[in-house]
C-alpha cells in the first residue's frame, strides 16, 4: 500500500521568487569531506531545498509557524540555501565545538548550539518507556545568561524547549546524519568515539532493533521518530536506502518508522568527495510526513486548517484488527505493531508527554502490552518513487524503491543440499584452505561444484565464483545434477548486470514464471566461461589425511572431441577418462541462442589450441595434469603462454554480446529489478 498524505496547509503555494538567498561574508565551505566526516555536496543541499520549497511553498517561513531544525548541522552546507529571514526560525546543533564556531559566525541570526543527538537529554525522551538513563545538565553556551536555564534535565537551548513545548509549532527536520556503522575502523577519531555506543544505541537494543542499531543515521531516525511523531513535522532526510529496503529492517520500519512519503530524488556516494567510486551505494533525500496517516477526523481538521486535537490513527480500526477476546491472553507476535483503542490518547503535539494521561497508550516504544491494546497486522510495504539525479543533481529517471520479502529473494529460490560428505575445502580456484577457524568442508552427494553466493544483492556480484569443492568459508552452496539450472541461474543474475550506484543495494527476486529452457541453457554458456566459473581438475590431493582426485564436472565439450584435439596419446598422464562430464553431457541436449552457439565455437576453437599445444604449455603452473582442466586452468594457462590472444579478445566480444541477449530477459523475469 503506498502511503501518501498530502496535507493542505503543507501543499506548494505560490510565492515571490526566492530574493533571499543568503551572501555568506564568512568562510564558505564547498568542499564535500572534512576529516573524515561528509559534507552534503552544495548542490544536491540546494535540489533538496528546492523539494522542501515544492512542498511546503517558498514562503513558509513567513507565518512563523515553522521551526527547522537540523540536529547534524555540521558546517551547514543544508542551511546554505535558506532565505535569511527563515533563519530566525532555525535550530542548528551538531556534535563538534568548532562546527558550533564556524555556524554561529556563519548564520548569526540562527539558534545555534552543541548537542549529541545520540546522547543528550535521551533519558528525558525515553523516561515514560522505563529509559534507564540518568539525566545530565545543560550546559551553558558562552554568554547566555544563568535566568536562561531550561528545566532540569534539557541540553537545549530555553527557546527551543518552549518551542518543542509548543503544539502550535510545526517542524521542520532537514538532517544529513553520519552514516557510519558503530564499530566501523573510521570511528576511532576524538570526534567520533562519543557516538558510537549511544545512549540511543542502548534503547534500541532494549526494544530489540537488532543489528540496525549499528547504524547512526539509523540511531538518528530512531530518535526523530520518538521526539516528533506526535508533532506536526515534515522530514527532509539525507540517507542510505536500507532503512526502507533491507530485511534486516523489517521491526524498525514496522515498529517505529511511521510517516507518509512526499517526495524525494537518489544520487550516487561517489558524489561526496573522498568517497570511493568501486564502493558507491544510492544515497535519497526523501521528504517525510509526521504522523504518517492521519485519522478522518484529524484530516478534516487539517482540511479546515485546524491543529492537532484528535489521536493520529483512526479510529475505527481497519478491517484486519481485531481486540483481544476477554480473558484471552495478549500475546504480540514480532511482526504485530501496538495500537491504541478508539480515544486512547490526545495528546499529539504535547511537547512534555509527562502532561499526558493517555501516553501509556502510544506505541512508544511499541512493546508495552495494554489491555485494551489491539493488534494490528504488519504494515504493508511503503513503495515509492525516487527521482534520479546525475552528478549535476539533474534528473535522469524515477527509481521506484520497496522492501521486498525474504521469501521472494533468489537466494531463498535455489535448493540447498544438505552437505554431508567431507571433501578439501578450496579458498580459490586452486587452492585448499584449511586453516580457517571455521571452515566449510563438507558437499553433497552427486556433488558437482559449489556456488559461493553470499547475499542476496548486486553488491556481491564480486562475491560470486563456481569452485570445483565447497567454499572454505560460508556462503556457498552444493551444486548437484537437481539444482544445476537454479545455480547457472543465480550465477548468470549475480554477475550479468553490472553493478551500478543505483542497483547496488537491490534484491534479487525469484524469477515470476517458468523459465524458458532457451534461457537457462544460455544463462549456463555465460557463466561456464565467465571468469568466475572457478572450476578445475586436479590430481592427488591431500586432505586430511586422505588423497582425493579432483573432478571437473563443468567441462564444457564430449571427450571425444577432446581426443581429436592435437595428439591426445601424448597426453600421456591424462587421466583415464572416456566419459563425459555432466555439463558436457547435458550441453548436448540444449536449444541455444545465436549468441551462446557463438560462444560455443570459438570455446571450441580455444580448447582445441589448448590440447594441441598440451606439451609445451606451462601447466604445471595452473596444476593440469588432467584432459578435464578448468576453464580457470586453461585460460590462465594460454595468457601465461602469450597464446591464442586473438581467440580470447574474440570470445570476450561474443560473451559480451551473450550478456546483452541475457540482460533484459532477467528484468522480464522479474529477477533484476
Ligand atoms: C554527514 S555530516 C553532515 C554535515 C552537514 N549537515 C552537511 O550536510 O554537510 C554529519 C554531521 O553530523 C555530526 N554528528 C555526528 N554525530 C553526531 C551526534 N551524535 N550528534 C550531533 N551531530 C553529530 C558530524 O560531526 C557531522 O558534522
Given at each position: 500500500m503506498r502511503i501518501i498524505t498530502?496535507?493542505?496547509?503543507?501543499?506548494?503555494?505560490?510565492?515571490?521568487?526566492?530574493?533571499?538567498?543568503?551572501?555568506?561574508?564568512?568562510?564558505m565551505d564547498t568542499a564535500t569531506r572534512r576529516g573524515g566526516v561528509f559534507l552534503t555536496p552544495l548542490h544536491f543541499a540546494e535540489k533538496a531545498y528546492e523539494y522542501l520549497e515544492s512542498t511546503l511553498g517558498k514562503d513558509w517561513y513567513?507565518?512563523?509557524?515553522?521551526?527547522?531544525?537540523?540536529?547534524?548541522?555540521?558546517?551547514?552546507?543544508?542551511?546554505?540555501?535558506?532565505?535569511?529571514?527563515?533563519?530566525?526560525?532555525?535550530?542548528?546543533?551538531?556534535?563538534?565545538?568548532?562546527?558550533?564556531?564556524?555556524?554561529?559566525?556563519?548564520?548569526p541570526s540562527a539558534t545555534v548550539f552543541q548537542y549529541n543527538y545520540l546522547d543528550d537529554d535521551v533519558a528525558e525522551l525515553f523516561k515514560k518507556s522505563g529509559g534507564h538513563f540518568r539525566m545530565s545538565g545543560w550546559r551553558k553556551p558562552p554568554g547566555e545568561s544563568e535566568p536562561n536555564r531550561p528545566k532540569?534535565?534539557?541540553?537545549?537551548?530555553?527557546?527551543?524547549?518552549?518551542?518543542?513545548?509548543?503544539?502550535?509549532?510545526?517542524?521542520?527536520?532537514?538532517?544529513?546524519p553520519p552514516y557510519a556503522t558503530a564499530q566501523e575502523a573510521g570511528l576511532k577519531g576524538a570526534s567520533k568515539s562519543g557516538v558510537s555506543d549511544t545512549k540511543i544505541r542502548k534503547q534500541m537494543h532494549a526494544e530489540h532493533l537488532g543489528e540496525v542499531s549499528r547504524e547512526l543515521y539509523v540511531q538518528f531516525l530512531y530518535r526523530i521518530m520518538h521526539e516528533f511523531q506526535h508533532r506536526e513535522t515534515l522530514l527532509g532526510l539525507f540517507?542510505?536506502?536500507?532503512?526502507?529496503?533491507?530485511?534486516?529492517?523489517?521491526?524498525?520500519?514496522?515498529?517505529?518508522?511511521?510517516a507518509a512519503f512526499q517526495s524525494g530524488f537518489v544520487f550516487s556516494?561517489?558524489?561526496?568527495?573522498?568517497?570511493?567510486?568501486?564502493?558507491?551505494?544510492?544515497?535519497?533525500?526523501i521528504l517525510w510526513e509526521m504522523p504518517a496517516s492521519p485519522s478522518p477526523a484529524r484530516a478534516q481538521d487539517l482540511a479546515q486548517g485546524k491543529r492537532y486535537s484528535a489521536p493520529p490513527w483512526d479510529s475505527e480500526?481497519?478491517?484486519?484488527?481485531?481486540?483481544?477476546?476477554?480473558?484471552?491472553?495478549?500475546?504480540?507476535?514480532?511482526?504485530?505493531?501496538?495500537l491504541p483503542l478508539q480515544g486512547g490518547n490526545n495528546c499529539n503535539g504535547i511537547a512534555n508527554p509527562e502532561h499526558c494521561p493517555g501516553l501509556g497508550l502510544m506505541p512508544l516504544t511499541g512493546r508495552i502490552l495494554y489491555e485494551d491494546t489491539v493488534v494490528q497486522k504488519k504494515r504493508e510495504p511503503i513503495e515509492i518513487?525516487?527521482?534520479?539525479?546525475?552528478?549535476?543533481?539533474?534528473?535522469?529517471?524515477?527509481?521506484?524503491?520497496?522492501?521486498?520479502?525474504?521469501?521472494?529473494?533468489?537466494?531463498?529460490?535455489?535448493?540447498?543440499p544438505r552437505a554431508t560428505v567431507i571433501f578439501p575445502p578450496f579458498g580459490s580456484a586452486l587452492t585448499i584452505k584449511s586453516d580457517n577457524v571455521d571452515t566449510r568442508n563438507r558437499i553433497a552427494e552427486d556433488f558437482l561444484a559449489s556456488l559461493m553466493c553470499p547475499g542476496n544483492e548486486l553488491q556481491n556480484q564480486q562475491q560470486t565464483a563456481f569452485l570445483s569443492g565447497p567454499q572454505a568459508s560460508a556462503g556457498a552452496l552444493s551444486v548437484t545434477p537437481d539444482n544445476f539450472e537454479q545455480a547457472v541461474i543465480v550465477f548468470a543474475a549475480r554477475r550479468v548486470p553490472k553493478d551500478t550506484w543505483l542497483n547496488h543495494v537491490d534484491q534479487l527476486l525469484r524469477p515470476n514464471r517458468e523459465l524458458s529452457p532457451q534461457f537457462i541453457g544460455d544463462c549456463a554458456v555465460w557463466s561456464l566461461f565467465d571468469n568466475k566459473n572457478q572450476t578445475v581438475a586436479l590430481r592427488n590431493v591431500e586432505y586430511q589425511n586422505r588423497v582425493y582426485q579432483i573432478v571437473n564436472h563443468f567441462f564444457p565439450f564430449p571427450m571425444e572431441e577432446v581426443m581429436k584435439a592435437g595428439n591426445a596419446a601424448q597426453r600421456s598422464d591424462r587421466i583415464n577418462r572416456h566419459e563425459n562430464s555432466f555439463v558436457a553431457d547435458w550441453l548436448t541436449k540444449q536449444t541455444l541462442s545465436v549468441e551462446a552457439q557463438a560462444v560455443l565455437t570459438i570455446t571450441r576453437e580455444i580448447y582445441r589450441l589448448f590440447f594441441t599445444n598440451w606439451d609445451v604449455l606451462p601447466r604445471a603452473e595452473f596444476?593440469?595434469?588432467?584432459?578435464?582442466?578448468?576453464?580457470?586452468?586453461?585460460?590462465?594457462?594460454?595468457?601465461?603462454?602469450?597464446?591464442?590472444?586473438?581467440?580470447?579478445?574474440?570470445?570476450?566480444?561474443?560473451?559480451?554480446q551473450l550478456r546483452e541477449t541475457i540482460l533484459p530477459q532477467l528484468y522480464n523475469y522479474g529477477i533484476v529489478n
Open positions: 498530502i496535507l493542505p496547509i503543507l501543499s506548494r503555494q505560490k510565492s515571490p521568487s526566492r530574493l533571499g538567498v543568503l551572501c555568506y561574508n564568512g568562510r513567513q507565518s512563523g509557524d515553522y521551526r527547522l531544525w537540523d540536529m547534524a548541522a555540521g558546517t551547514g552546507h543544508l542551511e546554505h540555501f535558506l532565505p535569511k529571514d527563515a533563519l530566525k526560525y532555525c535550530y542548528l546543533s551538531t556534535l563538534e565545538q568548532k562546527d558550533v564556531e564556524h555556524l554561529r559566525q556563519k548564520f532540569p534535565g534539557g541540553l537545549r537551548p530555553p527557546l527551543m524547549q518552549n518551542d518543542l513545548a509548543n503544539p502550535q509549532i510545526k517542524w521542520i527536520i532537514l538532517v544529513n540517507s542510505p536506502l536500507k532503512y526502507l529496503i533491507s530485511t534486516n529492517y523489517q521491526k524498525f520500519r514496522d515498529n517505529v518508522f511511521h556516494s561517489d558524489n561526496f568527495g573522498g568517497t570511493s567510486k568501486t564502493s558507491h551505494f544510492p544515497v535519497a533525500f480500526p481497519p478491517p484486519d484488527v481485531q481486540p483481544p477476546r476477554q480473558g484471552q491472553e495478549n500475546r504480540v507476535r514480532d511482526d504485530d505493531i501496538l518513487q525516487l527521482d534520479i539525479l546525475d552528478t549535476a543533481a539533474q534528473k535522469i529517471g524515477i527509481k521506484t524503491v520497496k522492501p521486498e520479502n525474504r521469501n521472494d529473494f533468489l537466494s531463498r529460490w535455489i535448493k540447498r596444476g593440469i595434469e588432467t584432459d578435464d582442466a578448468g576453464w580457470y586452468q586453461i585460460r590462465q594457462t594460454l595468457l601465461h603462454a602469450k597464446l591464442g590472444a586473438d581467440l580470447l579478445s574474440d570470445l570476450k566480444h561474443r560473451h559480451d
